[in-house]
């Protein structure tokens, strides 16, 4: 079974400024793969950032970047100049690889706000 | 279409009645996944479409919700006799390959809200 941790509920941070938020997970897959999911008001789910267990770098999408580590069970979104259009709620996600794999299982969310 | 879309977005309805949520997804993509979001809370898989094959009902809560989906393509969420812990926003998703490595398309949901 996966387990998807997010222990910050809500963060703040001041527009132009970088952000990070946590994600740790648990599986006894060997493969599996990362997602950030980006949740605004409007409720539908936005496809941000993916990691596979196996890639070598870091995946980054723009502003967005996955500060991957491995032996630690971390995948951190990091957001760099942070704009007030990124308040919303963030949820890690992870589907691991093989048979009936096809699910995502998320974390609870971070709600963030960004401050002007 | 250009992308997933739900209906409706909301509904209010009384404890004991049934309801029917829909989904539409991106043309052409053969999986399609239920998902339900309460309150504070991530979202919780409740049942999988791949093509033909048998769907994978092992997230449904209970035998008062079931799913079914025609022709490949539209499919409807039932609930019967509503309880108030159904209130959740119920989420559809689209993907082409359960496989792909960008996640799947999300809807905007549907709020279900029972009183």
């Known amino acids: 079974a996966q387990k998807i941790t997010q222990t910050q509920p809500g963060m703040f941070v001041q527009e132009k400024e970088a952000v990070t938020l946590d994600c740790t997970y648990d599986?006894?897959?060997?493969?599996?793969?990362l997602f950030w999911y980006k949740q605004p008001s409007s409720g539908e789910m936005i496809f941000l950032i993916y990691q596979g267990s196996y890639d070598q770098q870091n995946a980054t999408e723009g502003r967005y970047s996955l500060n991957f580590q491995k032996a630690r069970k971390s995948a951190n979104l990091v957001i760099s100049a942070s704009q007030l259009g990124d308040s919303a709620m963030y949820f890690c996600a992870m589907r691991a690889s093989g048979a009936g794999s096809y699910q995502l299982t998320f974390g609870k969310g971070t709600k963030l706000s960004v401050i002007p | 279409g250009a992308g997933v879309s739900q209906s409706p977005s909301n509904k209010v309805t009384e404890k004991g009645k049934d309801v029917e949520l829909r989904c539409d997804p991106i043309?052409?993509?053969?999986?399609l996944y239920w998902y339900r979001q309460s309150l504070g809370q991530g979202l919780e898989f409740l049942i999988y479409f791949q093509g033909n094959s048998a769907p994978d009902k092992s997230g449904l809560p209970s035998d008062r919700f079931s799913a079914e989906r025609t022709g490949g393509s539209v499919s409807t969420l039932t609930i019967q006799r509503t309880q108030q812990e159904d209130s959740a926003v119920y989420l559809c998703a689209s993907s082409l390959i359960w496989q792909g490595n960008y996640g799947y398309t999300f809807g905007s949901g549907t709020r279900l809200t029972v009183v």
């Open positions: 043309s052409g993509h053969t999986a």
């Open positions: 599986t006894s897959d060997p493969s599996y793969g």
